[in-house]
């Protein structure tokens, strides 16, 4: 594989009109970076395709240790990124980092940040690197991105890395996606750590603090450490909290390390499967639901959307009402 | 009504075990704040008499003008908020406050930093405060939220403003519940205005730059405004770039000002019934998600959802095809 950076670019389409999805699927299995690339912008783009993808790539997926990295902008996510990346290749690993861009809905572009960041690996053979926006729809994210990992997964990545930006339920959803979720944080955020704070405590697996040769640092650690130790985990799992200077590499090896330890022990208790089982749930409910919701805007007559909303709006109809006849269409 | 931050803690039941829900609307019609409290943490915890509450409130909603307010962290939003509630109740308007919080889905509580802000409004009668977290389930946030928006509405609040953290999906959300979304940045934010700018540029109708007295406030300003003259808006609209030090006041009448044009704008081109279509469409739809989320769970046989899930783990299902059997079961 080659690294790629293609989320801006549409795949072109030289003769044939449709993917062969068959092909791109074999193609991708042998390592292809133009066709994991095309696979997932067939993904991305919720194209007629995805449903043969899934059923594809089904088979050839579940291999892959799935890691969450989260945390506020600012905190360095993009530079621990890019240093994780390199150990992990140093262990003779094959890397796929999803950036994913919930604060990017609309234009469906990447971040310029990660790109240049993640120049380091653009000649790596063994790293597949791609950013993913939601194309506006809110809940597109949460119905792509399974499906995404699922094609680096079955492309033979050992490890796919999933970068979110942000505070937000975008946490919660990558807490559900990952086998381990990694949060970041970072001295000097101000009010960004106090915001983090409250939405982090029961999702991080691993914390990292990263710019631990700042001012400011060893508090950040001494109140996540005061705050976690209220919390209690599962399987008695401690969360660490690992001290990065990402920028330099300080870390970065103990980072890769309490990675590694947190599978273990999901391994060992049996965890890694149920957190799996409950991704795949989460996964048929968002198709699920997103084929109900396309059925929803078909509707005529009594239960057309735009109709009953109009009179929502006039206080005719209450939501719940109006939400009762949507579904009693179905 | 008096101010109050109740959302950690729930109401007591003494004697009776059900609200009266009639009798509470009634009380919230009046101005009640215990009774607004009431429901709105009817709506929060999903109770089985959220349904009633809609039913009775529909009829009495609709008048208020419903302004969001979003930023990342740090860009210090509860302090503009604070300024602004002022603003507006020196302006005879009456104000509920609703600060959603949604990096705080496991917690259920509050922030401190806005309940300790927002004190200077505490023993003003006419301003509501509420802090709401998503109680963990993802959607839960967009179920409930235009319903507390309902009960303020309802009580007699001129103006609600629904202020949001973070950036994500919950911009997103944020700008589909409200008439005018007011965007905050600031100087001194690192890659926080770098990230934050790719997600915000089309969902703010006013743009303000908080701290404005700081070093790099205009160099905000300029690429903000560079970066906007690139988009388009619908009836001619041109987002103004309100500067504000919000910690002293400043330029806080500007904002006003530039949040109620942005009204009269909509009001004029037909914009706001538009948009209060789409809003009461969006809740319809998320209640109506809601309801068939629970059938799901309910499956058994072969679209028993953990079944499923443990199939496509398994590689022996696709996801689409799992899905397909609990859409088919409705």
Redesign the interface.
């Known amino acids: 594989m080659t690294s790629a950076e293609d989320a801006g670019a549409p795949e072109p389409a030289p003769r044939r009109r449709r993917p062969q999805v068959a092909e791109l699927v074999a193609d991708a299995r042998t390592g292809d970076p133009r066709a994991v690339a095309r696979l997932i912008s067939l993904v991305e783009d919720e194209a007629p395709e995805?449903?043969e993808v899934?059923?594809r790539?089904?088979?050839?997926?579940?291999a892959a240790q799935v890691i969450g990295l989260t945390g506020?902008?600012?905190v360095g996510k993009s530079t621990s990124l890019s240093a994780l990346v390199g150990a992990f290749r140093q262990m003779g690993r094959r890397v796929g980092v999803l950036a994913v861009?919930?604060?990017?809905?609309?234009?469906g572009?990447a971040?310029?940040?990660d790109r240049v960041r993640m120049q380091d690996h653009a000649t790596d053979g063994g790293v597949y690197i791609r950013s993913m926006a939601?194309r506006?729809h809110?809940?597109g994210?949460?119905w792509s991105t399974?499906?995404a990992v699922r094609v680096l997964d079955a492309a033979g990545c050992d490890v796919v890395i999933v970068e979110t930006?942000?505070?937000?339920?975008?946490?919660?959803?990558i807490a559900g996606l990952a086998d381990t979720t990694v949060v970041m944080l970072a001295p000097g955020?101000?009010?960004?750590i106090?915001?983090?704070k409250?939405?982090?405590?029961?999702?991080g697996d691993v914390y990292v603090v990263n710019k631990a040769d700042r001012d400011g640092a060893h508090q950040v650690v001494r109140e996540l450490r005061s705050m976690l130790s209220l919390g209690q985990r599962e399987h008695g799992w401690r969360p660490p909290i690992v001290e990065t200077v990402a920028s330099v590499g300080t870390g970065v090896d103990d980072l890769v390390a309490a990675i590694d330890k947190h599978q273990a022990m999901l391994s060992e208790a049996g965890e890694l499967?149920g957190k799996?089982?409950?991704r795949?749930?989460d996964?048929?409910?968002a198709?699920?639901?997103t084929?109900?919701?396309e059925r929803?805007a078909d509707f005529h007559g009594s239960a057309d959307?735009?109709g009953?909303?109009?009179s929502?709006?006039?206080?005719d109809?209450?939501?719940?009402?109006?939400?009762d006849r949507?579904?009693a269409a179905?």
Chains 1, 2 share one sequence.
């Open positions: 995805v449903r899934a059923e790539l089904s088979p050839h997926a579940g506020a902008p600012g861009d919930p604060s990017s809905p609309f234009s572009g971040l310029l940040g939601s506006g809110l809940g994210l949460a399974p499906q930006v942000g505070v937000g339920q975008s946490e919660v959803a955020m101000g009010d960004g106090q915001a983090a409250a939405g982090i405590l029961e999702i499967a799996r089982r409950r795949a749930r996964e048929i409910e198709i699920a639901v084929a109900l919701r929803f959307l735009d009953l909303a109009e929502v709006v006039s206080g109809l209450d939501p719940y009402s109006a939400a949507l579904v179905l």
